[in-house]
């Protein structure tokens, strides 16, 4: 063989094997320590609010931004949920400016402030927040069982805590639930280069049945596969999603499918969800399992399922109110 044939062929193969390479996966910062050594990204990212007005930044990583502009205030916090004005925008030395479509710069994020104008040409100046669930250390009443205070992982399949005393993802309650109440608290990385399903995922499953999604959803539309949506079912009436790395909580309130004797469903199984102390779903009818369910619907319990979807999420404060 020539020795320029040989090296023509060596190359194709370096191209197909550097092709066919799995590309890595994005960063998932687990600390602020760790996400502001990344970079100005998470600093930036964050709610901005004043009098009438409520701002999401969001940080997408490779220097991109988007801005989220409510009017009336944050959402659950005064927004009217009337039509969000959304902006991109990129890093600028330690600035993210946002740009209109005809090049205009119409906001900046630095130091604490964003400033700019709206969409009626007015001037604004907003300070960053830092929003807490109300229900975030939640006591349990009396009568709850406490699935999980960070002493042990006793009570789960395969329970993991790490070295913070939290739960790991990827786990199933021992206890075996009906109707009741759950409070549950998650901790979500900062991934600003993950997209869709792989921005932090995972999911709280009722009786291995019924989601309830987790996903870094800050900012985005609020669809059923995001954040607070009852997995492919019901999108949340707001989008509760703080930043990540910031503790959030779920409070649910679950009533079991009702079946007769003959084993036929007689009623849905409903959820009433506030996600950060927010009412996001109603009684809202789930009609069959959601995707990934590991038990299919029937009259017996079941447990408690904390989603692996490849992503470090954790969870601590979980305790369980059964209905009397």
């Known amino acids: 063989m020539k020795p320029s044939l040989l090296i023509l062929l060596l190359l194709g193969a370096a191209c197909v094997s550097a092709a066919d390479a799995p590309k890595p996966k994005p960063a998932a910062y687990l600390t602020e320590a760790e996400a502001r ?9 964050g709610e901005y609010a004043d009098a009438g007005l409520g701002a999401q930044v969001i940080a997408l990583g490779d220097s991109k931004f988007r801005l989220v502009l409510h009017t009336g205030g944050l959402p659950g916090a005064g927004w009217d949920k009337s039509a969000k004005t ?14 209109s479509a005809d090049g205009k710069v119409c906001g900046t994020a630095a130091g604490g402030l964003l400033t700019g104008t709206d969409a009626a040409g007015k001037a604004f100046k907003l300070i960053k927040v830092f929003r807490q669930s109300p229900t975030l250390g939640a006591k349990p009443p009396a009568g709850a069982k406490v699935l999980f205070d960070g002493s042990s992982a006793d009570g789960w399949q395969n329970g993991k805590m790490d070295e913070r005393k939290l739960l790991r993802c990827g786990t199933k309650s021992k206890e075996m ?5 759950l409070h549950i608290e998650f901790f979500l990385p900062f991934k600003p280069l993950g997209r869709g399903q792989d921005r932090g995922n995972s999911g709280v499953y009722l009786q291995d049945r019924y989601e309830v999604q987790v996903l870094d959803s800050f900012g985005l539309k609020g669809e059923n596969n995001e954040c607070g949506g009852i997995y492919s079912k019901h999108r949340p009436a707001v989008n509760m999603c703080l930043p990540a790395l910031t503790w959030q909580t779920y409070d649910i309130e679950f009533t079991s499918a009702q079946f007769d004797a003959a084993g036929m469903k007689t009623k849905d199984a409903t959820l009433t969800v506030k996600h950060n102390g927010v009412l996001i779903h109603e009684k809202a009818p789930v009609n069959s399992t959601t995707t990934a369910a590991g038990l299919k619907e029937g009259p017996t319990p079941g447990p408690i399922q904390l989603q ?3 992503n470090p999420i954790f969870y601590r404060n979980i305790w369980w109110l059964p209905a009397k």
């Open 86 to 99: 959304e902006v991109e925008g990129a890093l600028d030395g330690a600035k993210a400016v946002f740009k």
């Open 308 to 310: 692996d979807h490849g």
């Open 37 to 45: 050594a990344a970079g100005p990204d998470y600093e930036l990212q």
């Open 177 to 181: 639930i009906q109707s009741g109440t």
